[in-house]
C-alpha cells in the first residue's frame, strides 16, 4: 500500500494512495484511528478493507502533508554514503552519526521548501525515509526489519552556515518548513529489496546527487539496532537514513537552492518528491 497524510478541502486525513486515486481511509476509520500514526500503530488493521469502500479524490484535489506530521521523533543519520563521508572530509566511524529532527520543521510534496530569510546557504539532500511500525529497545539486526512500516522519500534540506556554527548539526537542520516528506510512505511488501534501488536528487532537472542504497556505510537494519539502544523507537518514528555525495556545500563553487528554484528526490519504485523553494517572508 501508499499512504498518505493530507487536507481535502481544508479537513486533514489520511489514505491509500491507488494509482491517481486517493481513496480517503480516514473518514472512514475516523472512530478507531485519529491519524495516520495511530493505524500504524494498530498494525494498519483494517486499512485495506476501509480503503476499498472510502470516498475517492483524483490526486490534484489534494494538499500534501508530510506522511507522518506527528512523529514522536525524526532521528537523521549523517555521513551515511562514502562518498559524501569523504567530501565532508570525516574520519570514518564505528557507530551511526546522529542527530534529531523536529516535526515541525516539516512540509510536504509540492509546498515550498522556505530559505530562511537569515541565510542564503540552503542545501538538499535526498534520503530514504524509514518509518517504524513495531516499537521496540534493543532491536537486534535480525528483528529489525519487522519493525518498518513503510518508506518514503525525505529531503533533509539543510541551512549549512547554522549548521557550521558549532559540531552539533541541530541548529542548521530544523528550520521551519525546510524538511519535504512524502508524497507516501509504501509498505515494505510493495517496495521489495532496498540494495539495488537507485536514489535521486535532481536540482532544476539536474542529476546533482545519484546512488543506490547498496552504498550506505551503515544499512537500515543496522540504524535500527543502533537507534533503539538509546532510545525506544515508536509506531510512527521516522529515521532519515543518510544523503549521497554531491551536496551543495562541497561543489565548488557552492550549489545553493534559492527561491524559483524546484528540488526532485526520487527513489525507484517509491515516487518522486517534489518542492518548489520560496524566500521565507
Not at 34 to 55: M, N
Not at 86 to 107: L, M, W
Not at 136 to 156: K, Q
Request: glycine letters at 10%; aromatic letters at 8%.
Amino acid at each position: 500500500m501508499r499512504l498518505s497524510t493530507v487536507k481535502i478541502a481544508g479537513r486533514t486525513t489520511w489514505g491509500v494512495v491507488e494509482g491517481e486515486t486517493f481513496r480517503d481511509a480516514g473518514a472512514i476509520l475516523a472512530d478507531r484511528y485519529a491519524d495516520l500514526k495511530a493505524a500504524i500503530t494498530a498494525g494498519l488493521a483494517g486499512v485495506a478493507e476501509a480503503a476499498a469502500k472510502a470516498p475517492s479524490f483524483e490526486l490534484s484535489q489534494l494538499e500534501w502533508l508530510p506522511v507522518i506530521p506527528n512523529p514522536d521523533k525524526i532521528l537523521c543519520v549523517g555521513l551515511n554514503y562514502e562518498m559524501h563521508r569523504k567530501e565532508t572530509g570525516r574520519a570514518e566511524v564505528d557507530n551511526p552519526t546522529i542527530f534529531g529532527r523536529f516535526a515541525n520543521s516539516q512540509t510536504g510534496h509540492l509546498k515550498p521548501i522556505l530559505r530562511p530569510k537569515v541565510s542564503t546557504e540552503l542545501d538538499y539532500e535526498g534520503e530514504l525515509a524509514v518509518i517504524i511500525g513495531k516499537p521496540g529497545r534493543y532491536i537486534t539486526r535480525e528483528d529489525a526489519l519487522g519493525h518498518i512500516a513503510g518508506f518514503a522519500c525525505y529531503n533533509d534540506g539543510s541551512v549549512r552556515d547554522y549548521q557550521r556554527h558549532t559540531h552539533q548539526f541541530t541548529p542548521g537542520k530544523n528550520f521551519p518548513e525546510t524538511g519535504a516528506f512524502g508524497p507516501w510512505m509504501m509498505t515494505p511488501d510493495e517496495l521489495g529489496p532496498l540494495d539495488d534501488l537507485r536514489i535521486q536528487t535532481r536540482l532544476n532537472g539536474q542529476v546533482v546527487q545519484d546512488a543506490t542504497f547498496s552504498q550506505m556505510i551503515f544499512d537500515i537494519a543496522r540504524q535500527i539496532e543502533y537507534c533503539s539502544s538509546f532510545t525506544r523507537l515508536e509506531a510512527g518514528d521516522v529515521i532519515a537514513s543518510g544523503t549521497p555525495g554531491g551536496v551543495g556545500a562541497k561543489r565548488n563553487p557552492p550549489l545553493w537552492m534559492k527561491p524559483g528554484d524546484v528540488v526532485e528526490v526520487e527513489i525507484d519504485r517509491l515516487g518522486i518528491l517534489r518542492n518548489p523553494i520560496v524566500q521565507e517572508a
